[in-house]
């Protein structure tokens, strides 16, 4: 079983940078991708990035085009999202999640993150 937990959230200014992980403990050599989303308050849950397990192609939603970088390092099964220029509007609970096979959805979810942006 596959256990994913996130780490880095806080609180920082507009225009600042914060680095969130997600390290997956277990059989995690069964994953295919592993994506970012994320909650805001009062909205829906809306992807924001992800990255090809065994490629490390990513693939983001235009808001955080140019501002946010995903990355993955194989050997420590640890995925990261370097977010910079964060606006107000990015603040939200981001949570990583994986397909562990090419045949499933999003199985496996770690608990969030909090990030806050302050204006």
């Known amino acids: 079983q596959v256990q994913l937990v996130e780490s880095g959230g806080g609180l920082v200014q507009a225009g600042g940078s914060l680095r969130i992980s997600c390290t997956a403990s277990?059989?995690?050599?069964?994953?295919?991708?592993m994506s970012w989303f994320r909650r805001a308050p009062g909205k829906e849950r809306e992807f924001v990035a992800g990255?090809?397990?065994?490629?490390?192609?990513?693939f983001y939603i235009d808001s955080v085009k140019g501002r946010f970088t995903i990355s993955r390092d194989n050997a420590k099964n640890t995925m990261y999202l370097q977010m910079n220029n964060l606006k107000p509007e990015d603040t939200a609970i981001y949570s990583c999640?994986?397909?562990?096979?090419?045949?499933?959805?999003?199985?496996?979810w770690g608990q969030g993150t909090q990030v806050t942006v302050s204006s």
């Open positions: 999640a994986a397909r562990s096979s090419a045949l499933s959805g999003y199985d496996l």
């Open positions: 277990g059989r995690a050599s069964s994953v295919v991708v």
């Open positions: 990255i090809s397990w065994s490629s490390g192609d990513p």
